[in-house]
């Protein structure tokens, strides 16, 4: 099993929907998740990180399952500028190693 | 203001060159990193450093050899460079090594091995 997976997508979703995504970990002990964003060749940036009451920033909400081992994350109105890469980052917090899933690509149609 | 640069943003080289990429960060970070991210988009951890030492090394072949001079900087060379090395190599610095903190990326370096 992969440390960290994703769905690679494409999602294609109209503008205006609302779109989430999961990822998965395998390290139980695993303190830290974020999600970053990804342009077409771009470099990662942070969109948000992922805090264990959940969190929400304008229409991005993320939240986190321990018992299950997943993150989400939701994008409501989605915007034409939301096209991107999400990746999903997990810090195994006795390695200090940030594991980056393979991202999960999403495109919003006009 | 740049926070993480690195040089050269593109580098086309041939199999069996000896190649260096370098990585400047004005963040006042203490880890900085280098990353690989294959054709596939697979961002996987090289090498990190923690105020000038070592902390990560991947199983990464000995022929990348990544070297610290300081706090603000971290280079990565790659010797006998093979077909297989072309990726795009970023990195990525920290405020501390604990987890937990933002990382900031540079812009990327795209290696081409012909």
């Known amino acids: 099993r992969k440390e960290v997976e994703q769905d690679p997508g494409p999602f294609n979703v109209p503008e205006g929907a609302t779109v989430a995504f999961n990822c998965t970990y395998s390290?139980?002990?695993?303190?830290?998740f974020f999600w970053y964003r990804q342009d077409c060749r771009k470099e990662p940036k942070l969109l948000m990180s992922?805090?264990?009451s959940g969190n929400e920033d304008g229409r991005f909400t993320a939240q986190l399952n321990r018992a299950s081992q997943y993150i989400s994350l939701l994008i409501r109105d989605s915007k034409l500028s939301d096209s991107a890469t999400y990746l999903c980052?997990?810090?195994?917090?006795?390695?200090?190693?940030?594991?980056f899933g393979t991202g999960t690509r999403l495109k919003v149609l006009a | 203001d740049t926070a993480v640069s690195q040089t050269p943003k593109y580098l086309v080289t041939q199999m069996g060159n000896d190649k260096s990429i370098k990585c400047e960060q004005n963040?006042?970070?203490?880890?900085m990193y280098w990353y690989k991210q294959d054709s596939k988009k697979f961002l996987k951890i090289m090498f990190s450093y923690n105020n000038k030492e070592l902390i990560i090394n991947e199983t990464v072949p000995n022929r990348f050899s990544p070297k610290s001079p300081d706090k603000a900087h971290l280079n990565l060379h790659i010797n006998s460079l093979e077909l297989g090395d072309s990726a795009v190599y970023f990195c990525a610095s920290s405020q501390e090594l604990a987890g937990g903190f933002e990382q900031f990326f540079g812009p990327g370096t795209r290696l081409t091995v012909l």
């Open positions: 980052v997990v810090n195994d917090s006795g390695t200090y190693k940030y594991i």
């Open positions: 992922v805090y264990s």
């Open positions: 963040l006042g970070h203490d880890t």
């Open positions: 390290n139980s002990a695993s303190q830290s």
